[in-house]
């Protein structure tokens, strides 16, 4: 059976949700699904906005077929090449042997590579700028390179102002019925998995991101269809100015993200006692993570979040304890930046972990380190508590400055 939306009163909303998926790109958990959105225009011309996964083909092809009903499909636009969004092209065609692709320059190589498809005379290459009339409705074309990926384009539909984002303003998370964001609470809701999306799948490109938002704010734009998540219709300038936050690497959060690695207990005990510390001096929004118990996704979106870090690991074989080091490189890969930093070591004969962690955050931007190669040696003894009320005093100082 067909389960569709209707967004506007000619755009209806023929994606699905996915609760099955364990790993979205076979590496982020997604414990609340995710959501393919693809968007069918009913103009004079028939318009598909993008495809969607695989996985809920037979849904979407439904879909499709129930809205059009029995109208031929006209126009898909290729918005993004990622296979998330666009495994159903070779059905499309398939089902729809007349149907135009709209995409640019970058898109059609892609397909290509995806695709073993005869696409001549199948094609309509827009670039930047271009309008493109499919009856009542002019759509505008924005190219959006590397959010997410360089094809990336936004399609911008100036009759009823919508945004076709791809994956900007998308968030994990499936869909239960509701589709808009005005039908949730997505501060209390999606936030975090929106925040977790973001930072973990466009975080790096921060600069093309704002690139991009600069663009947007020359539309007039009264809603945002994106390809996962809810569609906005009201309060844009939540999810912008989270996006504008986001992508300048500024901190949502004044606050201390304790990031620590223990492999008996003696590190962990070091950070609750800094983090007893800071709650005496009167710091706010402590948040605590054991990196052995927490994915990865989860701490650089909190790293994305708080003003500041403290990341605490023991020694190992030489240098820093795994999952802390995988941790910082996926750090230095998102292009984390603009945070302060203390870091504490643990080693029983040869500590290096404090000093190598410092070093791979002097490999990022603009960070400011409070400490320098501070380590307990196996475990935490009185003779050190002056160092560590030092350091407690250093990050309570810092947080002032914001102030
Ligand atoms: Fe949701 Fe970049 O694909």
Redesign the pocket.
């Known amino acids: 059976m067909h389960c569709v939306r209707k967004v506007t009163d000619d755009l209806y909303w023929v994606g699905g949700s996915d609760r099955r998926l364990e790993l979205f790109e076979n590496i982020f958990p997604i414990p609340k699904g995710v959501s393919?959105n693809s968007y069918l225009l009913m103009d004079e011309k028939t318009v598909l906005f993008d495809t969607v996964d695989a996985a809920i083909g037979k849904q979407f092809l439904e879909n499709i077929t129930a809205v059009l009903n029995g109208r031929s499909l006209d126009y898909l636009v290729i918005n993004?090449m990622?296979p998330?969004?666009c495994s159903l092209i070779e059905d499309i065609l398939l089902r729809y042997p007349d149907v135009q692709l709209i995409g640019n320059a970058k898109t059609f190589p892609m397909i290509g590579q995806f695709f073993n498809l005869n696409l001549e005379g199948k094609t309509i290459t827009v670039k930047e700028g271009e309008t493109f009339s499919c009856g009542t409705h002019t759509l505008h074309f924005v190219m959006a390179p590397m959010v997410?990926?360089p094809e990336?384009m936004m399609t911008y539909d100036e009759t009823d102002k919508v945004l076709f984002s791809?994956?900007a303003f998308?968030t994990f998370g499936a869909l239960d019925g509701t589709i808009f964001n005005d039908e949730i609470d997505f501060d209390s809701e999606w936030l975090n998995e929106a925040r977790r999306y973001y930072t973990n799948?466009v975080g790096k490109y921060g600069v093309q991101v704002q690139n991009v938002l600069k663009k947007a704010s020359s539309l007039d734009i009264a809603m945002i269809c994106p390809?996962?998540g809810p569609i906005w219709r009201d309060n844009l300038a939540f999810i912008l100015e989270k996006y504008n936050l986001w992508s300048t690497y500024t901190p949502e959060t004044n606050g201390v993200m304790i990031a620590y690695a223990s492999m008996y207990g003696n590190t962990q005990n070091l950070a609750n006692v800094l983090a007893a510390m800071l709650a005496d001096a009167g710091v706010p929004n402590i948040k605590m993570h054991d990196i052995s118990r927490t994915d990865v996704s989860e701490l650089i979106s909190d790293t994305f979040r708080y003003s500041h870090l403290v990341l605490a690991a023991p020694t190992y074989n030489g240098g820093i304890y795994p999952l802390m080091a995988n941790y910082m490189e996926d750090m230095k890969a998102l292009n984390v930046q603009n945070r302060t930093v203390a870091v504490m070591g643990n080693g029983t004969w040869a500590a290096q972990s404090a000093k190598q962690m410092e070093a791979k955050l002097a490999e990022m931007k603009n960070m400011t380190v409070l400490t320098e190669n501070f380590a307990i040696k196996s475990s935490l003894k009185e003779s050190q508590l002056e160092e560590l009320k030092a350091i407690c005093g250093k990050i309570v100082e810092s947080m002032n400055n914001l102030n």
């Open positions: 393919y993004h990622e998330d969004h997410h990926w990336t791809a994956d998308g799948i390809l996962h």
